[in-house]
């Protein structure tokens, strides 16, 4: 019988993931996110600046999170996102749809994915056929598996930050997991 | 009640540890849970004793709106395809009354009970070794019961620690080979 369990990242980092920076960087941050997420939202300019100023000390990974109970327009925007990722234009639409969190609905998720020269027929087998919907799912379980309570969810070489998304805190943990 | 990022850090520290920890102890594995009916709606009782053949998750939280226990609801309301996969009925419970639920319910789209510890006060809680007399909530506490009515986990959170649900999923599936073998 397991009285206990302690939150630890359950499925490694791999080629399937969205990565940033190099394997071979002290420090692996994972980001379990939401795009329509108000918390999430706020925490990307910080995660941003933290990548910016480690460069290739840190490797960033994301995966999606989204709790459509609460956010209706987050699973499309998460497998937006994965159209854009097949098309090499992961970060540019991460960064887009963490920007524009009051406009998620399809046509605008249409339009920025034309403004990343995602062809139409991607947009359409994702948001019509939903082919990226059972990788959004696996990221999702993978989440909840790890220990993921809430977005955003961060685990720091594989462990769960319960600090804040704050700078300083993202700063500290990454600084403890490199010694 | 309110939580601070801040004070996150500090609620890391395992409950049993810190001085602010009042309740008594949660109930143990092994131990029958004790029944109870509480009001889910003004016009609706849920006893425990319903779901007897299935796993019930109950989870003790302090309050309806405080933003870490929106968080933990909306992430069980969330996973409640992967607990229905799992045969087990999940039920939460707080001391605010039957009003507050069902607004709270309705705001977050939640599909599965909010149970009100509310008259007598925390009377479920209290049973379960979950009430903090000091604040007058219950722990943030997760108990996994099994389908004949025995406690097969518990797990009690720094309060200001969302619990997750990977705990509950371990523990169902602990529940479940043996259950497919009776």
């Known amino acids: ?179 | 009640m309110e939580v601070e990022l801040s004070d996150i850090g500090s609620s890391l520290i395992p409950m049993s540890e810190t001085k602010d920890a009042k309740s008594k102890g949660a109930l143990a594995p092994g131990t029958p849970a004790p029944d109870f009916s509480l009001h889910s709606t003004p016009d609706q009782t849920v006893s425990l004793s319903d779901f007897r053949g299935a796993p019930v998750i109950l989870a003790f939280y302090p309050a309806d709106w405080s933003p870490v226990c929106g968080d933990q609801m909306a992430l069980y309301n969330q996973i409640l395809p992967e607990f229905r996969r799992l045969k087990a009925q999940m039920i939460g419970l707080s001391v605010d009354g039957v009003w507050c639920h069902t607004a709270f319910a309705k705001d977050r789209n939640l599909h599965f009970p909010l149970l009100a510890d509310f008259e007598p006060k925390a009377a479920v809680a209290r049973r379960y070794g979950v009430y903090r007399e000091q604040d007058g909530t219950s722990e943030r506490a997760l108990f996994v019961i099994d389908s004949k009515g025995v406690i097969a986990w518990s797990y009690v959170s720094p309060l200001g620690v969302n619990p997750g649900a990977e705990g509950i999923l371990a523990a169902l599936e602990d529940l479940s080979p043996s259950q497919e073998r009776k």
């Open chain 1, 1 to 179: 019988m397991r009285t206990h369990f302690s939150p630890k990242l359950v499925l490694p980092v791999s080629e399937r993931d969205h990565i940033s920076g190099p394997a071979n960087a002290p420090v692996t941050m994972v980001e379990y996110g939401d795009y329509q997420c108000p918390y999430c939202g706020l925490a990307n300019p910080i995660v941003d600046k933290i990548r910016r100023e480690l460069g290739d000390r840190l490797r960033f990974v994301f995966r999606n999170f989204p709790l459509t109970e609460v956010h209706p327009y987050a699973e499309h925007a998460a497998e937006i996102a994965e159209a854009a990722g097949a098309h090499n234009k992961f970060w540019e639409m991460h960064d887009m749809l963490y920007a524009h969190q009051d406009a998620l609905d399809d046509r605008h998720l249409t339009e920025y994915a034309t403004s990343l020269s995602v062809p139409a027929s991607e947009v359409k087998r994702a948001l019509t056929q939903h082919v990226y919907a059972d990788r959004v799912r696996e990221d999702f379980m993978s989440g909840v598996r790890s220990g993921v309570n809430g977005t955003p969810t961060f685990f720091i070489n594989g462990v769960r930050h319960d600090g804040s998304y704050e700078r300083e805190s993202l700063l500290a943990a990454i600084a403890d997991a490199a010694r």
